[in-house]
């Protein structure tokens, strides 16, 4: 289970860190413990938001990103030190990380009280609407008379303490299991289909869903076309042969980023004739556009992504349904990633398998029959996937995700600027 | 005439802590002076080996000493004090103490309809810790909700009955001020506490 720890002291001296750089070396066949830094994170103020700043935002990913956090708090004044506050009013402004997450209270203090009231403190804060963290019941871990606490390694002395430390959080790794599953069954309602957060690489300052938005967003970032060298990791093309190259693929590509945003697909042709209905001035549309306003289809298009985002699978297939003797059109969509596993979006291809069963058959003189066992859905064949969610949205989203990709009034435009190709 | 120091808790331009600090500087001017105070400069409380206090930090614990009272008003982020006021507050205690048996009434505004309930009830503890040790005016509460609506175009306070809650509860304030003059028998022991007292040590 991965965790992130905080300790709430920015003094150049802090036990809590030393709690807490005690637990992340102790417990390492329990958690793995990334203890972050807040020394350099800014004062709060409303009409100065740095929420953008390299330093929130690396505390807001990584506790995205983690399974629980830890925080160890000192006691000062009878409450928390005001540096930790302040990284939680950052934290629950315009991002809010601890939103649903598995949080665990420890402190260390000088006196006997150990930070009890901080730690009081601390619950009440995490628990206000904007920060809205999921905080351990019970289990209260305070470590008084702390200067005497921890060997010169920076190990705890007393083995019952250590052992309490460690039933305190076996109890947190179970809790944090079951909240994360909790919010995880409600995970694909986040998926933002109108790719309003933007990434990296999103072209910024150009309406995604501007019918021009390739042209636009190519002068915008000064793109290479026609013959500029291209390297590719194990190849070396310019763009002009990458078009060649991927415009004759047997299969119909789109790429949609991990913003949920439409950026390319590879066949340009009459809408009518593809497998999988594209027209460029689609091209750069947030998903939300180029799917019916239908709940169900939204739906349904939201857990195929949020499956493929949270590795809950890494393919999903679905054919389309209404196929006859002569076509059995495959739709799948495979989770990218980066060479550090995150997800950079979604391969889609389109692919109809009956002339290539056809030429199978062929080729070995073999003919096919109908099997009297057959149950009904094994016509769908490659439904029998592990991921449930997946199963569920072949049966309503397989006409929905395809079908609906073109819509009428954009039709017109397509064929006549797909012909201009 | 009493010499109040106000505190804003607040470090945004758009404060309604700061507005109604203004307006009670203002409608209380016949019975008290009233200086606000801001702390939106200093930096976050950080502990150092020589204990450090920035300059700003004594100047205001040298205003607080002269006075005869404290205002504190405290918005209400995430539950709590803010950031920037438990901050101060944590440099107002660091080596010096100036609140130490000060008269201290708390207020507080929110754009919600609490009002800051529960900043003030966090407030109210961090003021009884040991190093600030200060007297906070018992069994009364101030709280301006819906303050973005709460005043009209002059900074004056539209609702007549909150007018009068204020009233009565700053004639009590001043009342308790005086009360509080004549407590002072312990003080020379509790200030020496306050001094002797440190988180970092036992």
Same mark, same amino acid.
């Given at each position: ?12 001296q ?7 750089n005690?637990?992340?070396?102790n ?73 649903g ?15 009890s ?20 019941p ?48 409600? !995970? ?16 910024? !300052?150009?309406?995604m ?41 047997? #299969? $119909? ?5 991990e ?26 549309? *947030? ?7 239908? $709940? ?12 493929l ?13 209404? !196929?006859? @003797? ?24 389109? #692919? ?22 057959? @149950? ?16 569920? *949205? ?20 397509a ?5 201009k190709? | ?37 801001e ?22 614990? &040298? ?6 009272? #404290? ?59 040991? $190093? ?12 301006? *909700? ?17 007018? &009068? ?11 308790? #001020? ?25």
């Amino acid at each position: 289970m991965k965790l992130v720890g905080i300790a709430g002291s920015i003094a150049d001296q802090s036990y809590n860190r030393t709690l807490l750089n005690f637990i992340a070396k102790n417990f390492t066949g329990l958690v793995d413990v990334d203890v972050l830094d807040i020394n350099e994170v800014p004062m709060f103020n409303q009409d100065d938001d740095q929420t953008n700043s390299p330093v929130i935002q690396n505390l807001c990913k990584k506790i995205s990103a983690a399974d629980g956090v830890i925080i160890a708090t000192p006691e000062h004044n009878h409450t928390v030190p005001a540096a930790l506050k302040n990284v939680i009013e950052w934290l629950s402004y315009e991002v809010h990380p601890f939103d649903g997450k598995p949080v665990m209270i420890v402190g260390a203090s000088y006196h006997t009280q150990g930070s009890s009231r901080a730690q009081l403190h601390l619950r009440q804060i995490l628990e206000s609407p904007g920060v809205n963290a999921v905080v351990l019941p019970g289990n209260e871990f305070l470590l008084g008379d702390v200067k005497t606490a921890f060997e010169e390694n920076g190990d705890l002395k007393d083995q019952r303490t250590v052992d309490f430390l460690q039933t305190t959080l076996q109890n947190f790794i179970k809790f944090a299991k079951v909240i994360n599953l909790i919010s995880q069954s409600n !995970g694909y309602q986040d998926e933002d289909l109108s790719a309003k957060k933007g990434t990296d690489t999103t072209v910024q !300052g150009i309406d995604m869903n501007d019918d021009d938005w390739l042209d636009k967003a190519a002068k915008k970032v000064n793109a290479v076309e026609g013959g500029t060298y291209v390297k590719l990791d194990s190849g070396l093309l310019t763009v002009d042969q990458l078009n060649y190259f991927l415009k004759t693929m047997p #299969v $119909e590509l789109t790429y949609v980023d991990e913003n949920n945003q439409f950026i390319y697909y590879n066949k340009v042709g009459k809408a009518e004739d593809m497998l999988a209905k594209r027209v460029p001035a689609q091209v750069g549309d *947030a998903l939300d556009k180029v799917h019916p306003n239908i $709940e169900r289809v939204m739906k349904h298009v939201k857990q195929v992504i949020y499956d493929l985002r949270s590795d809950k699978t890494d393919l999903v297939s679905m054919p389309v349904p209404g !196929g006859d @003797k002569d076509h059995h059109v495959m739709h799948y969509y495979k989770a990218m990633h980066d060479e550090n596993g995150n997800y950079k979006g979604v391969n889609e291809w389109a #692919v109809d398998l009956k002339p290539i069963v056809d030429q199978y058959l062929q080729q070995t003189g073999q003919k096919l029959v109908p099997d009297p066992d057959a @149950k009904l859905d094994a016509t769908s064949g490659a439904s029998k996937d592990e991921s449930k969610p997946a199963v569920d *949205a072949n049966s309503g989203a397989s006409e929905s995700v395809e079908e609906p990709a073109v819509k009428p009034e954009v039709k017109v435009d397509a064929t006549s600027s797909a012909s201009k190709n | 005439m009493n010499k109040f120091i106000a505190i804003v808790g607040s470090n945004s331009q758009k404060s309604t802590n700061r507005e109604l600090l203004k307006y009670m500087k203002r409608h209380f001017q016949d019975s008290a002076e009233i200086e606000l105070v801001e702390i939106k400069d200093l930096p976050i409380f950080k502990k150092s080996a020589d204990k450090y206090v920035p300059q700003l930090a004594k100047d205001i614990a &040298k205003k607080i000493e002269d006075s005869d009272g #404290v205002i504190i008003a405290t918005p209400e982020y995430d539950h709590s004090v803010t950031a920037v006021l438990s901050s101060a507050l944590a440099w107002l205690s660091y080596g010096i103490h100036p609140f130490v048996d000060k008269p201290v009434m708390i207020t507080g505004a929110s754009y919600g309809s609490l009002g800051s309930s529960r900043a003030q009830a966090q407030l109210r503890q961090i003021l009884d810790s040991p $190093e600030l040790k200060a007297r906070i005016m018992p069994s009364s509460e101030f709280l301006l *909700a819906h303050s973005l609506q709460a005043f009209d175009d002059d900074g004056n306070l539209k609702d007549e009955d909150v007018v &009068k809650e204020l009233d009565g509860l700053f004639q009590d304030f001043l009342q308790f #001020v005086n009360i509080s003059k004549q407590l002072n028998n312990a003080k020379d022991v509790t200030k020496q506490k306050a001094a002797a007292f440190s988180w970092d040590k036992d």
